[in-house]
């Protein structure tokens, strides 16, 4: 019988579903909506081969697909509706972009014979997603869906991974057509030139101070632990870009901590002074290099510190900083070619080492902050007794400076965080990873003001019977823009106090098991009841809104900002008597 006998005629709506098994797609995240409405029909007719897990807010679909992606290094796949659907996930597509995670978006479209006629939730979105994706397609003919699902899939896992966004016209769906289905392509990763990793050596036996910078996506167990072997046997002090703290045991004497947002600044002045960098995996973007401060653009040839810069992705090499040696290569390939490499004999900087790993275990140290609640104890009490392989989520906000600073994430664990700084990504991050391992603790961590853009999504754990661990750090603000506020217009709060709800409480409404915290000593205690409850759990903790960041109080940021007006000769900037008290709807204390 011939190939074209067997092919029996098929809906474009059940193509798609078709398409995704033949990709190995595992898990698909949604918010439904009647563009696609064949296309859930064809996903359920592969039921038992893709879990569709049924979200309730676009963002957080898309946030979980993308966690999903970071933890497996497969595409994450989502489907939203059109319009407001698609614009609701535009912040998960970003995400994804800025940190380089492969994801694959669907967006029910129009019917294309009403194009350009400003149909009900008409979007092109070719226009309004191509400066935050890698590719994006309309598939407006149903014979060309596995062609063109194939390559969406090749386009987000290859060099520097990232989103594609596929429309599917309604119509489309509708069609039957008789084609075959398109599987992966067996495509060999790009390895190391062959006198790269020599080179790279012969770099690093001329240095004396040298500092490697790991960062990227897409590690696997085995390059993670290749790359990990590499750098321990050249006793090299080790930094990660911003928010990977996964990627290398934090634990570790060659742990220097973390270059990002909040970095301490000892280590950026030591990295400074080093005489070699060896960034591998990472973008060499404004979180990582400080704000492009911390190296010379020019390079060597300006009298910067030398740069090997180690990317997926040829054009991310050299974007920003001229490297003395660009290594196009996949990641976990140079991490196996490096770890065959001869170690440096007796490296000279082993003492650089200690010193930077010195700065790192200084800086970990919890200060005496006032009040019955010290954060930073309580966290590392907490990281005490999580298991070795927990699953960390963060959003953005002044509250995620704490885990990085005082929390030692280790060499089975995962961080996952927005390197974009998108608010309302920890929780649905937490709920997605959860679906990926369940049998993995996962614990998020969000400010109030993150998790009431995305903590509905709670409800999605209740409903597909998994059990991430909240953690709302609450100060009944928002903390960083009340940080710079303070920095520049001290005492006058505008728009930053918030009014928030008994988030214990909250989860208990659904059925889960909520806590409260306002001591130290509380914290532990309640951790293990959560983990014991089995159940979707919430630990509000109550942080003192006067410790605006883990370096500073609100008194600390108004004294300096009085101090520069006053050596810049300008006249003392005028301050509010007193900031706005917290409001709290409901009961205060439980």
């Given at each position: 019988?011939?190939?074209?006998?067997?092919?029996?005629?098929?809906?474009?709506?059940?193509?798609?579903?078709?398409?995704?098994?033949?990709?190995?797609?595992?898990?698909?995240?949604?918010?439904?909506?009647?563009?696609?409405?064949?296309?859930?029909?064809?996903?359920?007719?592969?039921?038992?081969?893709?879990?569709?897990?049924?979200?309730?807010?676009?963002?957080?679909?898309?946030?979980?697909?993308?966690?999903?992606?970071?933890?497996?290094?497969?595409?994450?796949?989502?489907?939203?509706?059109?319009?407001?659907?698609?614009?609701?996930?535009?912040?998960?597509?970003?995400?994804?972009?800025?940190?380089?995670?492969?994801?694959?978006?669907?967006?029910?479209?129009?019917?294309?014979?009403?194009?350009?006629?400003?149909?009900?939730?008409?979007?092109?979105?070719?226009?309004?997603?191509?400066?935050?994706?890698?590719?994006?397609?309309?598939?407006?003919?149903?014979?060309?869906?596995?062609?063109?699902?194939?390559?969406?899939?090749?386009?987000?896992?290859?060099?520097?991974?990232?989103?594609?966004?596929?429309?599917?016209?309604?119509?489309?769906?509708?069609?039957?057509?008789?084609?075959?289905?398109?599987?992966?392509?067996?495509?060999?990763?790009?390895?190391?030139?062959?006198?790269?990793?020599?080179?790279?050596?012969?770099?690093?036996?001329?240095?004396?101070?040298?500092?490697?910078?790991?960062?990227?996506?897409?590690?696997?167990?085995?390059?993670?632990?290749?790359?990990?072997?590499?750098?321990?046997?050249?006793?090299?002090?080790?930094?990660?870009?911003?928010?990977?703290?996964?990627?290398?045991?934090?634990?570790?004497?060659?742990?220097?901590?973390?270059?990002?947002?909040?970095?301490?600044?000892?280590?950026?002045?030591?990295?400074?002074?080093?005489?070699?960098?060896?960034?591998?995996?990472?973008?060499?973007?404004?979180?990582?290099?400080?704000?492009?401060?911390?190296?010379?653009?020019?390079?060597?040839?300006?009298?910067?510190?030398?740069?090997?810069?180690?990317?997926?992705?040829?054009?991310?090499i050299g974007r920003v900083y001229r490297p003395a040696l660009g290594i196009v290569s996949d990641l976990d390939a140079f991490a196996e070619a490096a770890r065959a490499a001869k170690p440096v004999a007796s490296?000279?900087?082993?003492?650089?080492?200690?010193?930077?790993?010195?700065?790192?275990?200084?800086?970990?140290?919890?200060?005496?902050?006032?009040?019955?609640?010290?954060?930073?104890?309580?966290?590392?009490?907490?990281?005490?007794?999580?298991?070795?392989?927990?699953?960390?989520?963060?959003?953005?906000?002044?509250?995620?400076?704490?885990?990085?600073?005082?929390?030692?994430?280790?060499?089975?664990?995962?961080?996952?965080?927005?390197?974009?700084?998108?608010?309302?990504?920890?929780?649905?991050?937490?709920?997605?990873?959860?679906?990926?391992?369940?049998?993995?603790?996962?614990?998020?961590?969000?400010?109030?003001?993150?998790?009431?853009?995305?903590?509905?999504?709670?409800?999605?754990?209740?409903?597909?019977?998994?059990?991430?661990?909240?953690?709302?750090?609450?100060?009944?603000?928002?903390?960083?823009?009340?940080?710079?506020?303070?920095?520049?217009?001290?005492?006058?709060?505008?728009?930053?106090?918030?009014?928030?709800?008994?988030?214990?409480?909250?989860?208990?409404?659904?059925?889960?098991?909520?806590?409260?915290?306002?001591?130290?000593?509380?914290?532990?205690?309640?951790?293990?009841?959560?983990?014991?409850?089995?159940?979707?759990?919430?630990?509000?903790?109550?942080?003192?809104?006067?410790?605006?960041?883990?370096?500073?109080?609100?008194?600390?940021?108004?004294?300096?900002?009085?101090?520069?007006?006053?050596?810049?000769?300008?006249?003392?900037?005028?301050?509010?008597?007193?900031?706005?008290?917290?409001?709290?709807?409901?009961?205060?204390?439980?």
């Open positions: 019988m011939s190939e074209a006998k067997r092919i029996q005629p098929r809906s474009g709506g059940r193509l798609i579903a078709d398409a995704l098994v033949a990709q190995g797609v595992t898990h698909a995240f949604c918010v439904p909506g009647e563009s696609y409405l064949d296309v859930l029909d064809g996903l359920y007719a592969v039921r038992n081969r893709i879990q569709l897990v049924t979200c309730r807010f676009e963002a957080g679909a898309v946030h979980m697909a993308e966690a999903f992606g970071k933890l497996t290094g497969r595409p994450g796949v989502a489907f939203v509706t059109r319009g407001p659907g698609a614009c609701h996930a535009s912040i998960g597509v970003h995400v994804a972009m800025q940190d380089s995670t492969p994801l694959v978006l669907f967006v029910g479209q129009i019917p294309f014979e009403e194009t350009d006629r400003d149909s009900f939730q008409e979007v092109d979105y070719r226009r309004m997603f191509a400066p935050l994706a890698k590719w994006v397609t309309q598939i407006d003919d149903a014979a060309r869906v596995p062609e063109l699902i194939a390559h969406a899939f090749d386009v987000a896992t290859s060099g520097r991974p990232g989103p594609v966004v596929i429309a599917i016209s309604e119509e489309m769906q509708k069609k039957l057509v008789e084609v075959p289905d398109i599987g992966p392509a067996a495509v060999l990763p790009p390895h190391p030139a062959p006198d790269a990793v020599p080179r790279l050596m012969e770099m690093l036996g001329r240095a004396r101070r040298p500092l490697a910078i790991l960062g990227g996506s897409r590690w696997s167990e085995a390059g993670r632990a290749a790359i990990r072997e590499f750098l321990l046997a050249n006793d090299l002090p080790v930094t990660v870009a911003f928010r990977r703290m996964g990627l290398f045991d934090g634990t570790s004497p060659n742990y220097a901590g973390d270059l990002g947002v909040g970095a301490d600044a000892a280590l950026v002045a030591k990295a400074k002074e080093a005489d070699l960098i060896l960034a591998i995996g990472t973008r060499l973007g404004e979180p990582v290099s400080q704000g492009y401060t911390l190296f010379q653009m020019a390079g060597e040839s300006a009298g910067g510190t030398p740069i090997v810069h180690v990317h997926p992705e040829q054009s991310e490296p000279p900087w082993s003492g650089w080492r200690a010193e930077l790993r010195a700065l790192r275990e200084k800086q970990a140290v919890a200060p005496d902050y006032a009040g019955p609640l010290n954060f930073a104890v309580a966290l590392q009490e907490m990281e005490k007794v999580l298991p070795p392989d927990t699953i960390y989520t963060t959003d953005a906000g002044n509250f995620a400076t704490w885990p990085n600073r005082f929390m030692h994430v280790g060499e089975k664990q995962d961080f996952l965080g927005p390197t974009n700084g998108a608010m309302g990504y920890s929780v649905p991050a937490a709920i997605g990873a959860k679906i990926t391992f369940p049998e993995r603790t996962v614990v998020a961590f969000v400010g109030d003001g993150g998790f009431l853009m995305t903590g509905q999504e709670i409800a999605t754990a209740f409903h597909h019977s998994v059990n991430p661990i909240v953690v709302v750090v609450n100060n009944s603000m928002y903390g960083t823009i009340r940080m710079y506020q303070e920095r520049t217009y001290p005492g006058r709060i505008s728009g930053t106090a918030l009014t928030n709800p008994d988030f214990a409480r909250f989860i208990e409404s659904f059925g889960g098991h909520g806590e409260t915290v306002e001591r130290t000593e509380e914290m532990v205690p309640a951790l293990k009841r959560a983990m014991a409850s089995g159940r979707p759990a919430l630990i509000e903790v109550r942080l003192s809104p006067e410790q605006i960041t883990n370096r500073a109080t609100v008194a600390d940021l108004r004294a300096q900002a009085q101090k520069a007006a006053e050596a810049a000769g300008r006249a003392p900037i005028a301050q509010a008597h007193r900031a706005p008290s917290p409001r709290r709807q409901g009961p205060r204390l439980r």
